[in-house]
């Protein structure tokens, strides 16, 4: 009996740890549901654009416009979600009344901050524009400036969504929360289908800023069901005890973000340089890279965030080192075949999902060899995101807003020499060597922090891992040059060439996983089905 097991078994005999891990399953069950819908709208979503835009310079012109209400948002809800709002409001979970009047302040706090934020962003749109994309034209420029003024009061009703979300997970109301993203993408389908009609040229790229607009919208309102009981009102007090200590708490994660998005505007403005159609390439990649990111990363992490944050406040060291052990692993067990996949298959995957309409062979081409760099720092991002959490819930910020800071470090370090000769690649693996890094300096300082007990067992479990995913890539990449010798052509043909060695290469992980003991998948397996049962009984 190993260490690790022999540990479970004890914890196991207190009764604490069986209920958490039923929750913790229920939970990311829900939100890996909710997840699914997201991701796949967000790939119908990346489909549409392809066809509707293809790569050109007003979509590549849309994905910089849009960055600064994300940017906005994520400066003042993303992060403090995560590391503010769920730690503290998870505190007041029993006292209702309370909970109610300090979500009602930060609501109101969170209106105030961003309505200022959002008038200083329409009134510098050009300047804005310059700085964000200064090698486009001054004709594209100009298009990006207006669409920065179109988009940006989104970041009004995505901040709301963010603070009624970080409400919902801290009750433990996941069902409508962990779809609002899905309800998102769609906003920006419909923008793109229907919207971009009301436009002609290059002007058509409009009707993604009004899809944006109905998506935030859209998140707002499908909060609405799960607040039947709430009590929000508009109070502004600026010295309750609470909201200071979340803006305490936050201020580091703040910092760290601002330095992260400074990166961001570097990362746009040099891709820029390397072409129009660059950006367009990087957020197609981008998209499937956070499809199994989302799925598997987020999922996990916001799931046992609740019960991480519950331990960590009562000082149990033991419950908190096996919740924190048990998302990793189930990361591990499943981020690692979907990278290995994704590599093999990037290209038939790209052209299935976007060749058409508008983006050509030559964007496939660009986007697959974006994509495969990226899913070289995909592994370490996916465990980053369960670490960083961990350190949320014991409500330090400072580390992984510092660790942020030095990851832009080493992404300029890596972009900066090797833009001139690589151009747009450069960017792309300069991301990936800063997702590497700042993974493993947050393990560093987790190990420290906790003890190196947080990866027992881990190692041996992403060796076996590995192995059984390498097995699965040699069979796919297998599979799939079999299938490309049959030259079947059209949709079908292309779908085939995805689908098939995508299930067999499951078929293949299932069995090695199965003769490797990788217990992690088949516990991932019944969180799935039985979350399934869950929904079609309710």
């Given at each position: 009996m190993t260490v690790e097991t022999s540990s479970l078994n004890q914890v196991e005999e207190h009764g604490h740890l069986v209920p958490q891990r039923r929750h913790i399953a229920r939970a990311a069950g829900l939100?890996?549901?909710?997840?699914?819908?997201?991701?796949?709208?967000?790939?119908?979503?990346?489909?549409?654009?392809?066809?509707?835009?293809?790569?050109?310079?007003?979509?590549?012109?849309?994905?910089?416009?849009?960055?600064?209400?994300?940017?906005?948002?994520?400066?003042?809800?993303?992060?403090?979600?995560?590391?503010?709002?769920?730690?503290?409001?998870?505190?007041?979970?029993?006292?209702?009344?309370?909970?109610?009047?300090?979500?009602?302040?930060?609501?109101?706090?969170?209106?105030?901050?961003?309505?200022?934020?959002?008038?200083?962003?329409?009134?510098?749109?050009?300047?804005?524009?310059?700085?964000?994309?200064?090698?486009?034209e001054p004709e594209l420029q100009g298009l990006t400036g207006r669409l920065i003024r179109l988009v940006t009061p989104a970041v009004m009703l995505l901040s709301v969504s963010g603070v009624l979300t970080g409400l919902l997970y801290a009750l433990r109301r996941f069902t409508f929360a962990a779809f609002g993203a899905a309800i998102y993408n769609l906003g920006l389908i419909v923008g793109a289908v229907f919207f971009s009609r009301l436009f002609v040229g290059p002007e058509r790229i409009y009707g993604l800023a009004?899809?944006?607009?109905?998506?935030?919208?859209?998140?707002?309102?499908?909060?609405?069901?799960?607040?039947?009981?709430?009590?929000?009102?508009?109070?502004?007090?600026?010295?309750?005890?609470?909201?200071?200590?979340?803006?305490?708490?936050?201020?580091?994660?703040?910092?760290?973000?601002l330095v992260s998005h400074v990166g961001i505007v570097i990362d746009r403005s040099l891709a820029s340089t390397t072409g129009e159609q660059s950006i367009g390439w990087m957020r197609y990649a981008t998209t499937l890279i956070q499809f199994p990111l989302g799925l598997v990363a987020t999922a996990v992490s916001l799931a046992v965030l609740p019960n991480l944050s519950h331990l960590a406040a009562q000082e149990a060291r033991d419950g908190y080192l096996q919740t924190l052990r048990t998302g990793i692993r189930m990361v591990i067990?499943?981020?690692?075949?979907?990278?290995?996949?994704?590599?093999?298959?990037?290209?038939?995957?790209?052209?299935?999902?976007?060749?058409?309409?508008?983006?050509?062979?030559?964007?496939?081409?660009?986007?697959?060899r974006a994509l495969r760099l990226y899913l070289i720092g995909l592994i370490f991002a996916a465990v980053d995101q369960v670490l960083v959490f961990g350190y949320?819930?014991?409500?330090?910020?400072?580390?992984?807003?510092?660790?942020?800071?030095?990851?832009?470090?080493?992404?300029?370090?890596?972009?900066?020499?090797?833009?001139?000769?690589?151009?747009?690649?450069?960017?792309?693996?300069?991301?990936?060597?800063?997702?590497?890094?700042?993974?493993?300096?947050?393990?560093?300082?987790?190990?420290?922090?906790?003890?190196?007990?947080?990866?027992?067992g881990v190692v041996s479990m992403a060796g076996r891992t590995a192995v059984a995913s390498l097995c699965m890539?040699?069979?796919?990449?297998?599979?799939?040059?079999?299938?490309?010798?049959?030259?079947?052509?059209?949709?079908?043909?292309?779908?085939?060439?995805?689908?098939?060695?995508?299930?067999?290469?499951?078929?293949?992980?299932?069995?090695?996983?199965?003769?490797?003991?990788?217990?992690?998948?088949r516990a991932a397996a019944q969180l799935v089905i039985g979350r399934l049962r869950q929904q079609h009984m309710g």
């Open positions: 939100i890996s549901l909710g997840n699914v819908a997201s991701r796949v709208l967000g790939l119908v979503r990346e489909t549409v654009f392809a066809n509707q835009f293809g790569s050109s310079g007003a979509y590549s012109a849309f994905v910089a416009a849009s960055a600064i209400p994300m940017m906005v948002y994520d400066m003042l809800i993303g992060g403090l979600l995560s590391s503010a709002l769920v730690p503290v409001f998870s505190e007041h979970r029993e006292r209702r009344a309370e909970l109610w009047r300090l979500a009602s302040v930060v609501l109101s706090a969170t209106a105030a901050v961003v309505a200022l934020l959002v008038v200083f962003v329409e009134l510098t749109a050009p300047w804005l524009a310059a700085l964000l994309v200064s090698g486009f009004l899809g944006m607009l109905a998506g935030a919208l859209g998140q707002v309102l499908i909060l609405m069901p799960e607040l039947r009981d709430q009590r929000l009102m508009l109070i502004f007090d600026w010295r309750h005890p609470a909201l200071r200590r979340i803006v305490r708490l936050y201020v580091p994660v703040a910092l760290g973000f067990v499943l981020i690692v075949p979907a990278a290995v996949g994704l590599f093999v298959l990037a290209t038939p995957i790209v052209a299935l999902l976007f060749e058409h309409g508008e983006f050509t062979a030559f964007d496939t081409l660009w986007t697959a949320y819930a014991r409500q330090n910020t400072l580390v992984p807003a510092a660790v942020g800071a030095v990851a832009v470090g080493i992404y300029l370090a890596v972009a900066l020499p090797l833009v001139q000769m690589l151009g747009m690649l450069a960017l792309v693996l300069a991301n990936s060597v800063q997702w590497v890094g700042h993974a493993l300096i947050m393990l560093w300082f987790t190990r420290r922090a906790v003890g190196a007990q947080v990866i027992e890539g040699v069979v796919v990449a297998a599979t799939l040059v079999w299938l490309e010798g049959l030259a079947v052509a059209g949709l079908g043909g292309r779908l085939v060439v995805v689908a098939v060695p995508a299930f067999v290469g499951m078929g293949v992980y299932a069995l090695m996983a199965a003769l490797l003991g990788l217990e992690e998948i």
